[in-house]
Nanobody, 127 residues
Framework: QVQLVESGGGLVQAGDSLKLSCAASGGTFSDYRMGWFRQAPGKEREFVAM????????YYADSVKGRFTISRDNAKNTVYLQMNSLKPEDTAVYYCAGSRLNTGIRTPTLVVDYDAWGQGTQVTVSS
């Protein structure tokens, strides 16, 4: 099972950019589709973005499409989330997640689709 550690969170102003990183260890990183989720206070954890095993495919939540970019570097065992044009509603704890589960033709966007999770990193966007 891979272990995941997020970094890069912080306090920024609306309109700013931030890049999150998630370093993997203890497993075969390229075996995992990788995703980013977020959870705001009092809300359920929600899907943000997903990237396939080699990075050839990506998928985004509508709320971040065009502003966020997910990428991965399998040589560095790291997945990234570049966040531009940040809004106060992007404030949340951001979690990195890995999936080796078979979801068939369905893109893994559910929490249960992922079997490895990081501890999260706080992102706060002030207005």
């Amino acid at each position: 099972q891979v272990q995941l550690v997020e970094s890069g969170g912080g306090l920024v102003q609306a309109g700013d950019s931030l890049k999150l990183s998630c370093a993997a260890s203890g497993g075969t990183f390229s075996d995992y589709r990788m995703g980013w989720f977020r959870q705001a206070p009092g809300k359920e954890r929600e899907f943000v973005a997903m990237i396939t095993w080699t990075g050839g495919g990506t998928y985004y939540a509508d709320s971040v499409k065009g502003r966020f970019t997910i990428s991965r570097d399998n040589a560095k065992n790291t997945v990234y989330l570049q966040m531009n044009s940040l809004k106060p509603e992007d404030t949340a704890v951001y979690y990195c997640a890995g999936s080796r589960l078979n979801t068939g033709i369905r893109t893994p966007t559910l929490v249960v689709d992922y079997d490895a999770w990081g501890q999260g990193t706080q992102v706060t966007v002030s207005s």
